[in-house]
């Protein structure tokens, strides 16, 4: 006898097939992962930076700005690096 969770897997494949990856996706995924990796941390320290200098300079206004432009430019590198994922899975 199947158990839930084992009949909900087996819906959920009926209605939308798991779609192999080659090893050739998984390099390229594999690529465009450590690349939106780096380009996010590349941001984080040079905003980071900014907001340290803010507070430090007594611009305390500023640092609300920067902490919601960081959010958003995560933000969109993490959608980017999804919409080029499956580009590729595509």
Same mark, same amino acid.
Do not use: P
């Given at each position: 006898m199947k158990s839930a969770y084992?009949?909900?897997m087996e819906?959920?494949?009926?209605s939308s097939p798991a779609v192999a990856v080659t090893d050739e996706q998984r390099a390229e995924i594999a690529a465009i992962d $450590?690349? +939106?990796?780096?380009?996010?941390?590349e941001r984080e320290l040079f905003l980071n930076d900014l907001i340290a200098k803010?507070?430090?300079s007594g611009n305390y206004q500023e640092v609300p700005?920067?902490?919601t432009q960081?959010?958003?430019e995560? $933000?969109? +590198?993490r959608s980017d690096c999804e919409a080029a994922k499956e580009k590729v899975r595509g």
């Open positions: 084992e009949l909900a819906r959920l494949e009926k $450590a690349r +939106f990796t780096s380009k996010i941390a803010a507070i430090s700005e920067l902490k960081l959010a958003r995560i $933000a969109g +590198f």
